[in-house]
């Protein structure tokens, strides 16, 4: 890395640009270098629900490269030992799940900014992200624009707390988790449900008012342009497994592949 990394996402946030993004749920190099050459803007490396390591996921940034999508990581808490490593190593965004409150977002913050902004260790005289210190002054100035810090709403209180969390300085987005959003309230992965809609709507309304950038997953009836239209700046389309199963589905569905069942041969 001879020069620091472009940060498509950030650029396009600012812009007020909307932008698509995938999951990565495996954890596999070669399955996020496919993915980084399709018209993406983010891609988000799980490291709450993957068995992966901090070792895959090095491999994972390397496969996206410097200038394709913005690399962005999952990690199991707000206060996970995962987000200094993952920073240096070359993630430009963090996700933190459910959160609930605005003391867990006050420590998401202060794991991804530096003094005094927050309280992350200084590495970048030879950490991966500066280009091994190659472009430590560049990174180091620019570190809190580009890094962006990610709350997860997935869950009734969660939604009633994003008036005080839009209080912490240094927070960037919220972003809904809509299956554990509607498990909060007992209709799991019932997305038409009535009170579901009601809960996310109200989510998107506080964070509106709130000034925070939205982000979420597509659903079916709502799709990257109705969330659009709805102040959303990052929209998720979908998962590796879930192209992939996609994929194998319409290709076995293909009449050109259809067999005949051993009935209709036989006649």
């Not at 999951?23 to 993957?50: K, M, N, Q, R, Y």
């Not at 707000?78 to 003391?103: F, M």
Request: aromatic share 6%.
């Amino acid at each position: 890395m001879n020069e620091l990394p472009t940060h498509r996402l950030a650029e396009r946030l600012r812009a007020g640009a909307v932008s698509r993004g995938a999951w990565l749920f495996t954890p596999s190099a070669d399955v996020a270098e496919i993915l980084a050459g399709f018209a993406l803007d983010a891609l988000i490396l799980d490291l709450e629900h993957t068995p992966t390591s901090l070792d895959l996921a090095l491999a994972q940034l390397r496969a996206i490269g410097a200038h394709g999508p913005t690399p962005l990581a999952r990690v199991d808490a707000a206060d996970s030992r995962l987000i200094k490593p993952l920073l240096d190593a070359g993630a430009q965004g963090i996700l933190a799940p459910n959160v609930e409150s605005a003391e867990q977002a006050a420590q998401l913050v202060a794991h991804c900014r530096y003094p005094p902004a927050g309280r992350r260790g200084l590495h970048y005289t030879v950490c991966r992200a500066a280009g091994w210190g190659a472009q430590a002054s560049a990174y180091a100035a620019q570190a809190e624009a580009n890094t962006l810090v990610v709350a997860m709403i997935e869950s009734a209180r969660g939604v009633a707390a994003i008036p005080e969390l839009a209080q912490v300085p240094g927070l960037d987005m919220l972003f809904f988790g809509p299956l554990d959003l509607s498990a909060s309230i007992g209709v799991p992965g019932r997305y038409d449900a009535p009170e579901f809609l009601e809960l996310w709507h109200e989510g998107e309304r506080r964070c509106r008012e709130a000034g925070l950038a939205l982000g979420g997953t597509a659903l079916p009836g709502h799709g990257a342009a109705r969330l659009a239209a709805r102040g959303y700046g990052l929209v998720t389309l979908g998962a590796d497994v879930g192209f992939l199963r996609a994929g194998v589905a319409a290709t076995l569905e293909d009449p050109a592949h259809r067999l005949a069942s051993t009935a209709e041969a036989e006649a």
